[in-house]
Structure formats: structure tokens, C-alpha cells
């Protein structure tokens, strides 16, 4: 059984979105019943995903507005137009633009993070320590919180973990000063010319006086360039109570959002930024410690509405993918089918891999809300099974898949502890990926596919029709057609057997049953391989 993994927080709220959306599609003119009753629809999404109130009545006062002026009344498609004031308008309450860190002109610059226990603030230290590394940074993670049991050794064990030095001169476990401890830190940073330190403070189970005067008070110490109040993105409403608490008590700068992989609604994240005029910086979406990264407001909105999130996905495959490895590839791609071996195909696969779980990029790609189901069904491990066919064979039968007959399957089978069949299609699904990219490469566009613009490709003009099985014939109805078509090539996609022996293999030939063995990927990821 693939490990499914847990849903985002705006999974429900982008649902609800396409579904009001979808009933507006076609609609040449829309009157103002049907603003009124897609204004209905988005206010009761916002109220079910734990959106505050005052958000929402803001929100909808502002969509209302904007729909029933000329923006909307004078499109050539008033349904889009509806989508985009929604989309500019999410983008208003997520915080408009992307807000930077502010660094220190000279010195360390100091980022103190403050919010309540369970919040995830130690974890979240050193996902913050690992990202300013990446950014070429020097950070230095400092034991503040001295109240909670073995809250020092936690932070030191993610700061080893993140890759980033540690400062923890107190035992913690109810001993210690923090307020010392945060100006020692300083002086420290200095002699060993660390360009960043993190303040990881004490919190508590809820607001009180102790937490506030403390927060404070290492605030005044330090004199921090950024206050970033930690957030739990699953508390809903709640998150609205308690940032405000922080602002009135410690007045901090951002906000940072944690367990945005959460199964909450995510009300939490389209209200602390209206609601305390502090924007969101970062957002932590995983367990990992490069699960982490810059909150950017347009994309999230994209991704609320299940428009994707391209730019990211670009981004990270320019962080994994060297300029030299994608020209040599590409180069290989352009010398003909047989120059792109088994083992180019492994190492590119790796690539993608170390981009991050195959589901989370996938999910960044327009239109995979209608598909989320398959996509959190995605098990990682069977990416792993396919390495492990490929690890199984020789250095000859990498170069040369055509040399694999029967015997070398039935060995490389056992070798990898899969079955033979699956051996068996993951080469034929290889071929078939093989001979698309290098058409695509060549400028040829993709094979089969005809009529796309821009792709080119497409099956060849002959003065012969391709002859057809008997009982096979193709419907004179265009739409039943497509139907028919597309159920063709969701059976080629699961080889002999539709999917139904257990011989059967889905994509790359990854078994037979439900879920990542028998999911086809969508076009659009298809295109990026």
C-alpha cells in the first residue's frame, strides 16, 4: 500500500473555489444574481476554511465591487474575469508582495522568532538556518528557550542536523538566563564572524505575562532586524487571537507559517496578514529541513485556485539541475534515440528526487486539483524500485536495453526483487520515453499527438488511412470520440490487460493496482521530463 501523504491546508478551500467557478464557465453575461450567488459560494468557502470574519467580509465587500463595475460587465469572458479580481484580490489579503528579509548594514543581523509552545519554533530554527546557508549566509542558532525539557539539546541536534553552528552556553531545563544568553550571543557571533544569528525564544501553552515580559526583554536586548512570529497553520482562527497578542506584547516584524502540510483549513494563513499588517516571509511545508522557503503571495493565491505554481517549480529545478548536466543530456537527447542510455535516465531521475517529493511537484502543476487524490496517493519509494531495476542490470545492458531478452529479465528481476513483468515494461516504458524526448529535443514536437499548437510532430500525412479493427470504428460524434480516444490511451498506459493481471505495470512499469502503479502522469509533466 503507497503511504499517502497529508493533504495542504487550502486543499478544501481550492475545491470549493473550482466549484464555483466551474458554474460560471460558458455564461456569455453574468447578472448580477450570479455575482451575488458566486460572492455567496467564496464567502462560505473563506468561512469553512476558519477564515476570521472581519477577512472575509473585506474580501467579498472588495470581489462584489470589482464584479460589478465595467472590469467584468465588458469582458469578452466575464468567468475569467471573475477568477482574476478573486486571484488579485487573495494575493491583497496573503500580503501583496514578497516581503525580504531586512539585513543588518554592519554586524550580525539578528532574527529573534517568538510565538507559542507546539508552534514549531526550534524546528522551524534550524529549516531557517538551512535556508540562509543556501542563501550564502554564515548562521548561528542560539538556545534561548531554557524553560522546556531538553529544549537546548532539541535545537542543538536540528542546528547539526541543518548543517548550521549552535550557541547554547546554558543547560536550559529550568536553568539559565535567557535574556544573557541572547546578548552573549552577539559578541560571540562577532568573534567568529557568523552574519546571521537566530533567537529561538522560550513559548508557552498560551498567551500569559512571564512569555510576554521575556519576549520583550530579550527583545531589548538584542535589538533585532526582524521579530518573526511563528505560526501553526492548522489553529485556524485562533492564530488571529494570538498574533495579535504578540503584536500588542512584542511587536514583531513577519510572520512565519509552519505545517503548511497540515489537514487544517488554513484559515490561519488568510488572516494574520490583514488582520496584523505583518507579512507572511516564510512558510515551512514539510518535515524536512529543506521543506522550507520565502512566502510569495501571487503564487500561493495561483495555487489556492489551482492555477499551479510554475515559478517555484522552476526555481527548484535550477537549484538541483547543473547548466552542464542539462546540456549534456540535451546534446545526448539530439544524437539520436539510442544515445540516451538506462543510465542517463537513472541520474536524471535522481535529479528530480532530490528536487523533493514527487506529489509536492506535481501539485505545483496547473490543473492537478481535479487529480489530487492520484497525486497524494504518490508513493516515493516506488521511484526508489525503479532505480533499484535499473542498479540490477550490467553496464552493457544500461547502454544497450535491446540486448535484455527473457533470461536477463528473470536475473535483473531477482536482483531487484521485483517481477519479471515489471522488468519487463519499465524498458518498454523507456523506449517509449526515449523516442519522445528525442523527438521533442530534435524540434519534431511530440510523437502521436497532433494538432497542439506550437508542438509540431504529430503522425505523418500518407495518402493511406490506417486501417481499422473490426468493431472498432470511431464515432462521427467529435466529444464521444475524444472519450473514446482518451480510454484508448489509458489502456495502452497500463499495457496487456488494462491493468487487471499481475503482469500488468503502470507508469515506468510499476506494478498493477491502484494508485502511483497504475497512474498515468498528466501531460503537462510529461512535457518537463
Known amino acids: 500500500m503507497p503511504q499517502r501523504t497529508r493533504a495542504d491546508v487550502f486543499d478544501t478551500l481550492s475545491d470549493r473555489l473550482a466549484a464555483t467557478f466551474k458554474n460560471l464557465r460558458g455564461k456569455g453575461r453574468l447578472s448580477e444574481a450570479d455575482i451575488d450567488a458566486t460572492a455567496r459560494e467564496i464567502r462560505i468557502a473563506l468561512l469553512e476554511a ?27 469572458n466575464p468567468a475569467q474575469q471573475i477568477i482574476k479580481i478573486v486571484n488579485e484580490e487573495l494575493i491583497a489579503i496573503l500580503g501583496g508582495e514578497t516581503r525580504r528579509v531586512r539585513f543588518a548594514k554592519s554586524g550580525p543581523t539578528v532574527i529573534m522568532l517568538a510565538g507559542l509552545q507546539g508552534a514549531g519554533k526550534t524546528t522551524l530554527a534550524g529549516k531557517l538556518g538551512h535556508w540562509l ?40 531545563n529550568g536553568v539559565g538566563d535567557p535574556v544573557q544568553v541572547a546578548k552573549d550571543s552577539i559578541e560571540y557571533a562577532k568573534q567568529k564572524q557568523y552574519d546571521v544569528v537566530i533567537v529561538d525564544t522560550a513559548g508557552r501553552l498560551g498567551i500569559d505575562a512571564e512569555l ?29 487571537t494570538t498574533a495579535q497578542a504578540f503584536l500588542d506584547g512584542v511587536d514583531f516584524t513577519g510572520v512565519v507559517l509552519s505545517k503548511l502540510d497540515g489537514d487544517a483549513r488554513g484559515g490561519a494563513a488568510l488572516s494574520v496578514a490583514h488582520v496584523t499588517g505583518r507579512q507572511i516571509m516564510f512558510a515551512s511545508n514539510g518535515e524536512k529541513v529543506d521543506d522550507f522557503d520565502a ?31 542539462a546540456e549534456k543530456i540535451a546534446a545526448k537527447l539530439r544524437g539520436g534515440p539510442k544515445a ?39 508513493d516515493d519509494k516506488d521511484v526508489n524500485r525503479v532505480g533499484a531495476i535499473i542498479k540490477s542490470m550490467t553496464p552493457t545492458e544500461r547502454a544497450e536495453p535491446e540486448l535484455i531478452n527473457g533470461s536477463r529479465r528473470a536475473r535483473i528481476a531477482k536482483g531487484s ?24 529535443a530534435s524540434g519534431k514536437g511530440m510523437p502521436g499527438m497532433p494538432g497542439i499548437p506550437g508542438m509540431g510532430g504529430g503522425a505523418k500525412k500518407s495518402g493511406k488511412k490506417a486501417p481499422q479493427a473490426k468493431g472498432k470504428r470511431k464515432s462521427g460524434n467529435p466529444l464521444k470520440r475524444a472519450q473514446e480516444e482518451a480510454a484508448a490511451a489509458e489502456r495502452r498506459a497500463l499495457g496487456p490487460g488494462g ?23 498528466p501531460k503537462e509533466f510529461k512535457d518537463m521530463l
Open 212 to 240: 510576554m515580559r521575556q519576549a520583550a526583554d530579550i527583545r531589548a536586548a538584542v535589538n533585532p532586524d526582524e521579530v518573526l512570529f511563528v505560526v501553526d497553520a492548522m489553529i485556524g482562527q485562533d492564530a488571529v
Open 295 to 325: 512566502f510569495h503571495p501571487d503564487r500561493m493565491a495561483s495555487r489556492i485556485l489551482g492555477m499551479g505554481d510554475v515559478l517555484s517549480l522552476i526555481e527548484k529545478a535550477e537549484q538541483t539541475f547543473s547548466q552542464e548536466e
Open 133 to 172: 546557508k543556501s542563501q550564502k549566509h554564515t548562521p548561528l542558532l542560539v538556545a534561548c528557550d531554557l524553560q522546556r525539557p531538553n529544549a537546548v539539546n532539541q535545537l542543538q541536534v536540528v542546528a547539526d542536523r541543518a548543517g548550521v553552528a549552535f550557541y547554547g552556553p546554558q543547560p536550559g
Open 50 to 76: 476558519d477564515v476570521a470574519l472581519p477577512v472575509v467580509r473585506a474580501f467579498i465587500k472588495q470581489v462584489k465591487e470589482r464584479a460589478l463595475g465595467v472590469e467584468v460587465s465588458g469582458a469578452l
Open 340 to 378: 540516451f542510455t538506462l543510465d542517463d535516465f537513472l541520474s536524471q531521475l535522481e535529479q528530480v528526487q532530490k528536487m523533493g517529493s514527487i506529489s509536492k511537484l506535481l501539485g505545483m502543476l496547473p490543473g492537478m486539483g481535479q487529480i489530487r487524490e492520484q497525486i497524494n496517493n504518490i
Open 417 to 440: 526483487g521485483v517481477q519479471v513483468g515489471e522488468v519487463k515494461n519499465l524498458v518498454e516504458r523507456f523506449f517509449d520515453a526515449r523516442k519522445m524526448m528525442s523527438a521533442m
Open 499 to 521: 491493468g487487471q493481471g499481475p503482469a500488468d505495470g503502470g507508469a515506468f512499469g510499476l506494478g498493477a493496482g491502484k494508485g502511483p502503479a497504475d497512474f498515468e502522469l
